[in-house]
């Protein structure tokens, strides 16, 4: 069985034999896209219904964007080819790859979908929600909203984890959403390993993240001046900061699941001519 230390011990190899040639898709396809989506939120407040749908257009785009740097690191770690090659990989796979990821957020937001329902159908105005005003919710609404909540968290972080490799899959083996399955049964015993592994990374992520907006964010306040609304320069100093350390996980996620991939598939008896042309 795929151990979790010797993953981590070739992704680390992976990432520090190639920055050079990784470097150049972070800052295209995260760091630039994380960049400038940091000054999003305060361009919305306050904004034209116009300016906030091109804001969430532009932030569809990165998402696609962010999507090929991801399939682009993957064909890397896979050692399907060179950086140039791979951009070409991620480029052919990006499609097969948006149709998984269309199906899954389609899938998620039926999950959801009982949350909102339930707030209406006991009377609750969900734009007020939506804008953040202060809704008072009864007791057994917010504890049936709470369990339901916790239900599903689970749930989809269960099943997370047995999809945790699909985008190598879908690199790899040029599969669409059959790469589900694929990935359900590469993953079959490792599910416990990989949610820790999600938690972890999760957890750290988040720490550091919050850890560059806070201090940075501070620092940056206090030398331009003091907060204010609106775009500002420290907040846009902030945004760079953060999407600097955020680019170094986003990075990792791709190295990671490929090398995974690849230790689940030695360990299932796949071999070169096992993958699908």
């Known amino acids: 069985m795929a151990k979790m230390g010797t993953v981590w011990d070739r992704t680390a190899e992976f990432l520090s034999d190639n920055l050079g040639a990784i470097l150049p898709v972070a800052l295209l396809a995260f760091f630039v896209p994380a960049s ?17 749908l091109s804001l969430y257009l532009v932030q569809l785009a990165f998402g696609i964007l962010s999507l090929w740097g991801s399939l682009t690191i993957s064909a890397m770690a896979l050692d399907m080819a060179s950086v140039r090659g791979a951009g070409v990989i991620g480029r052919d796979r990006l499609l097969p790859a948006l149709a998984v990821s269309v ?23 969900l734009m007020e929600i939506a804008r953040g005003a202060n809704v008072g919710l009864g007791p057994q609404i917010a504890g049936g909203i709470a369990l339901y909540g916790l239900v599903l968290v689970a749930l989809l972080l269960w099943v997370g984890a047995r999809l945790f490799v699909t985008n190598p899959v879908i690199v790899r083996e040029k599969r669409m959403f059959s790469a589900l399955r694929q990935s359900w049964k590469l ?17 750290v992520s988040w720490v550091s993240m919050l850890a560059a907006n806070m201090v940075f964010g501070s ?17 846009v100093l902030t945004s760079i900061v953060v999407a600097a350390v955020q680019t170094g996980f986003t990075v990792l996620v791709p190295a990671f699941t490929a090398k995974l991939y690849l230790a689940l598939a030695a360990d299932a008896g796949l071999r070169e001519g096992a993958f699908r042309a």
């Open 36 to 52: 400038i989506e940091g000054s999003f939120q305060a361009a919305k407040t306050g904004g034209s219904p116009g300016l906030v």
């Open 187 to 203: 993953t079959r015993g490792m599910t416990w390993r990989i949610i820790g592994v999600i938690l972890l990374f999760a957890l």
């Open 103 to 125: 199906l899954l957020f389609a899938v998620m937001f039926v999950l959801v979908l009982p949350i909102p329902l339930a707030l209406q159908l006991n009377g609750y105005d």
């Open 219 to 235: 620092i940056f306040a206090l030398v331009t001046g003091g907060p204010a609304e609106g775009i500002t320069l420290a907040g």
